[in-house]
């Protein structure tokens, strides 16, 4: 369970679930990027104090698995590594590359001695274990890279059993002398085929599935949400329970991907994505088909489990007791409609965004000279000129991920990165925008692939008008960022009606007068693409058309007694009725 795709005022109730099903250790990812957002700047606060959430695990009587990466795939943007690294153009991801090693063992100096204090080697706390880096062997095979990763995390205290964690295709890579072996997997033959390598690479070793897979990820465009039969769930765990002995559910409670940090997958050579696409990101829900839902139900699977690990409840080993049961949260509610009223033109957005002029040729949000060095991160970002005439547009190579391309305000075409060198006419000279969508970075790539070294965002190509090529743009940061939407706050919002194109953003207000905040999803069918906005938190990305999630989560806690402030960024249409409408069962597809 990752702390970081839940509430923190609900880490307790799912503890206490984890607690009560039978299982006695606590697993969980480390995300560098939201850690350190910008070099050197370090945040363990609310939803990041990893230290909290592993002394809660603690008093629940859970031991406490780390995973500290520095990548850890996850479906997390950029496999949770920080995108200002790609601002170096020479940037190696996952290397022994100097640059990505010195910025990995700064990082660890400052995240480790934050718990480490809290290893049960260290007075009894409760961290048994950590892993060197995540699933490396099917991403590369220098021993070398690893062995810095192991020298860095016992410089800065790590002093529990060290292990590494492979699929299929790079349990034998990614191994580590006198290290121990873990698997992942979910089909009993792939179980049988990697406790083989197990039982010969290491024969005196303990056998562990470190990712018993209990579903799987949504992309959008998906033609349904991901699930996996209780019966096949049933027999596959009993297999795994029987032959490995020890098992971490992955994942148990996923949860779900905040404001912009979902991953992606991207198809490399002889790796074909689904219907013919290169690029596929991730939805917004983390729901998983898990033993909990998206916002913490128990599910037949759940009890399915709590029956079957009873049967070793005697050899199970606890920290210590549980002091608390499960307690029902409440049910979720469905709010009063919210009426959008009032709004923001792209224009009057882009006011309050950082921006810059770029001499020469456009570069990608990363390489820009922003926020300090550290690039723009996540979001949009538009790149405006002036040109003097139409003509035959031509765009050589991938402008990543998703744009819309607008003349003097009016739309003239979409495409994305699946179509590489696109065309399109304009038929006059005006203000060109080109507004980019960074709809996730890829978190994943097969072994000697160059995919992640290559997750730059926005335009870093060339464009020509009839064999003219354009430099020379004014480039605007449509983040969302906490200092984004404390300017945009300060814009004087229009009478809805006097919006009369997109992309825009509309404001609402919701009154909450019950005493219990309850939990709700916000049906997002009738809308187009964007983002939704609470009380300053990015809920994430809605995208109803291409599916197959409809509704956003929308957790309880973060709503206030009294006035609650709805804020929709929406880059594709304008509805007919901008409302936002609350309903208690989320559609996933």
């Known amino acids: 369970m990752h702390y970081f795709r839940i509430p923190r005022e609900y880490w307790r109730d799912r503890l206490i679930k984890l607690r009560s099903s039978g299982c006695n250790v606590l697993e969980t990812y480390v995300p560098w990027n939201l850690h350190e957002p910008h070099r050197g700047e370090y945040n363990f606060k609310d939803m990041l104090d990893l230290r909290a959430y592993v002394k809660l695990a603690e008093e629940c009587g859970l031991f406490v698995i780390l995973r500290p990466g ?11 590594l920080p995108s200002w690294l790609l601002s170096d153009s020479e940037m190696k991801l996952r290397s022994t590359y ?8 700064t990082y660890f100096q400052e995240l480790l001695p934050h718990v480490t204090d809290l290893q049960y080697s260290n007075g009894g706390g409760p961290i048994i274990a950590w892993q060197i880096e995540n699933e ?5 095979d220098d021993t070398n890279y690893l062995l810095q990763i192991q020298k860095m995390m016992k410089e800065n205290g790590v002093c529990e059993l060290v292990f590494t964690s492979d699929n299929e295709q790079g349990l034998l890579n990614g191994a580590v002398d006198r290290v121990l072996m873990t698997a992942n997997f979910q089909n009993i033959e792939l179980g049988k085929e990697m406790l083989q390598i197990l039982q010969e690479k290491q024969p005196s070793m303990p056998r562990m599935c470190m990712e018993f ?11 349904k949400h991901q699930v996996w039969p209780l019966n096949e769930f049933e027999e596959s765990l009993k297999y795994t329970l029987e032959e490995y002995g020890n098992i971490n559910f992955y994942m148990f409670h996923g949860g779900t991907n905040f404001a912009f940090m979902n991953g992606a997958n991207e198809q490399t050579e002889n790796d074909q994505l689904k219907d013919g696409q290169d690029y596929l990101a991730d939805v917004t829900s983390y729901d998983y088909d898990a033993l909990l839902t998206e916002r913490g139900d128990t599910t037949p699977k759940y009890d399915l489990t709590v029956e079957l690990l009873s049967k070793y409840k005697s050899e199970v080993v606890y920290l210590g007791d549980c002091p608390t049961t499960i307690v029902t949260l409440p049910a979720p509610h469905q709010y009063d409609d919210v009426m959008l009223n009032t709004g923001l033109s792209m224009d009057e957005v882009l006011r309050s965004a950082v921006s810059v002029d770029i001499k020469g040729n456009a570069v990608a949000m990363e390489m ?7 690039g723009q991160s996540y979001g949009w970002i538009l790149y405006r000129k002036t040109i003097e005439k139409g003509g035959k547009v031509n765009v050589k190579g991938q402008v990543r991920d998703r744009t819309l391309v607008f003349l003097d305000k009016k739309l003239v075409t979409t495409f994305d990165c699946n179509t590489p060198e696109f065309q399109f006419e304009l038929e006059a000279g005006g203000v060109l925008d080109l507004l980019i969508e960074n709809m996730g970075r890829t978190n994943y790539q097969p072994i000697n692939k160059d995919v992640m070294n290559s997750q730059r965002k926005g335009l870093n190509n060339t ?7 354009l430099t020379d743009w004014s480039v605007y940061c449509l983040d969302f960022s906490e ?9 004087k919002f229009l009478p809805i009606d006097e919006i009369t194109s997109g992309p825009a953003l509309y404001r609402g207000h919701l009154k ?3 005493l219990s905040l309850a939990d709700t999803f916000i049906d997002m069918s009738g809308w187009g693409k964007g983002i939704v906005i609470l009380n300053g938190r990015n809920l994430g990305r809605y995208w109803p058309v291409k599916g197959p999630t409809k509704t956003l989560y929308v957790p309880g806690v973060w709503l206030s007694q009294g006035d609650n402030e709805f804020m929709v960024w929406e880059t594709d249409q304008l509805p007919a009725v901008k409302t936002l409408k609350f309903t208690t069962t989320p559609n996933l597809g």
């Open 213 to 223: 897979w209990t579903g799987w990820f949504d992309h959008w465009g998906d033609s």
């Open 98 to 105: 100097q640059p990505f090693i010195k910025s990995v063992e």
């Open 463 to 469: 464009i020509t008008v009839d064999g003219v090529e």
């Open 136 to 140: 490396y062997g099917s991403f590369g």
């Open 368 to 374: 820009l000279p922003v926020n300090n060095g550290n």
């Open 512 to 514: 909450v007068t019950s």
């Open 483 to 491: 200092d984004h939407l404390a300017g945009i706050k300060e814009e």
């Open 70 to 80: 520095p990548y850890i795939c996850s479906e997390w943007d950029l496999g949770g």
